[in-house]
């Protein structure tokens, strides 16, 4: 009875050991995002971040500089004066999750998207850089960049 008594202590000190709470990739990245956001200079520009999901039409996230990604707004991309990136480089959804320095306006206009039923600001793009290709997470879902998800992530 001792040896099974000892055996039951040891498994729950065991499984208790594995329930200790890290960090998840998020949380990590939170800490570099914040950051970045805060050393952003001020100025006539915007932050957008690509949100590609292969059966929407949206072109992804965009936000002012130095706002959180919460406040970031997904947007249908007017592409009259400038193409977005990868359908110039005729890749569409190549630069999954990529984050730009966005040029451009917001038209005052919403745009209807067919697949999520819904309207969504437009943007007119006037200019595109590249920030980063790797840029620190701002979904909690790790599934958020698959391509074929049907759910809208939306960043925190």
């Known amino acids: 009875m001792k040896e099974i008594l ?6 729950v000190t065991l499984v208790l050991a594995g329930c200790e709470t890290t960090e998840d990739r998020f949380t990590q990245s939170q800490a570099v995002l914040n950051q970045t956001i805060a050393n952003e200079p001020s100025g006539n520009y915007f932050i957008g971040r690509r949100f590609y999901r292969r059966y929407y039409f ?3 996230y965009v936000r002012e500089p130095r706002q959180p990604w919460s406040a970031a707004r997904l947007v249908m991309l007017n592409e009259q004066k400038l193409l977005a990136p990868d359908r110039q480089a005729k890749a569409i959804g190549t630069d999954n999750n990529w984050e730009y320095r966005l040029r451009g306006y917001f038209s005052g ?9 819904t309207f969504y600001p437009e943007f007119v793009l006037t200019g595109v850089e590249v920030i980063s290709k790797n840029p620190p997470e701002i979904f909690r879902n790790p599934q958020a960049h698959d391509v074929d998800r ?7």
């Not at 206009?109 to 039923?117: D, G, I, L």
């Not at 049907?150 to 925190?156: M, N, R, S």
């Open 6 to 11: 000892a055996l039951a202590i040891c498994l």
């Open 58 to 60: 949206f072109w992804g």
């Open 109 to 117: 206009q919403t745009v209807y998207e067919p697949a999520s039923n």
């Open 150 to 156: 049907l759910v809208i992530d939306k960043p925190e």
